[in-house]
């Protein structure tokens, strides 16, 4: 079993930063690829950012350039660096683990992120 949660959101203005971790307990952390997902208010939720177990990574095409994904195997988290933040980077931020051997996903409960002027 996967725990996982959230920290580092906040409010920001648009071109700030901020960073997000991902607090993983209770398997093998290492053997599983990671995503970063978002939800903005009304709409559904969708990849950011993964990264596999042996640090492949990708990205959404409009956070290219802007969001580093990346990942501390020996401290069980995984982090997401984002810079130059727009107001359209506004949702809530979920971080994922999996799938497990028999295909389930573990969901944090996400941190909200709000860039405004």
């Known amino acids: 079993q996967v725990q996982l949660v959230e920290s580092g959101g906040g409010l920001v203005q648009p071109g700030g930063s901020l960073r997000l971790s991902c607090a993983a307990s209770?398997?093998?952390?290492?053997?599983?690829?990671m995503g970063w997902y978002r939800q903005p208010p009304g709409k559904q939720r969708d990849l950011v950012a993964s990264?596999?177990?042996?640090?492949?990574?990708n990205y959404a095409d409009s956070v290219k350039g802007r969001f580093t994904i990346s990942r501390d195997n020996a401290n069980n988290a995984v982090h997401l660096q984002m810079n130059t933040l727009k107001p359209e980077d506004t949702a809530v931020y979920y971080c994922?683990?999996?799938?497990?051997?028999?295909?389930?996903?573990?969901w944090g409960q996400g941190t909200q992120v709000t860039v405004s002027s």
């Open positions: 990264i596999t177990n042996s640090g492949s990574t």
């Open positions: 209770g398997s093998i952390f290492s053997r599983y690829a």
């Open positions: 994922r683990a999996g799938p497990n051997p028999i295909g389930f996903f573990y």
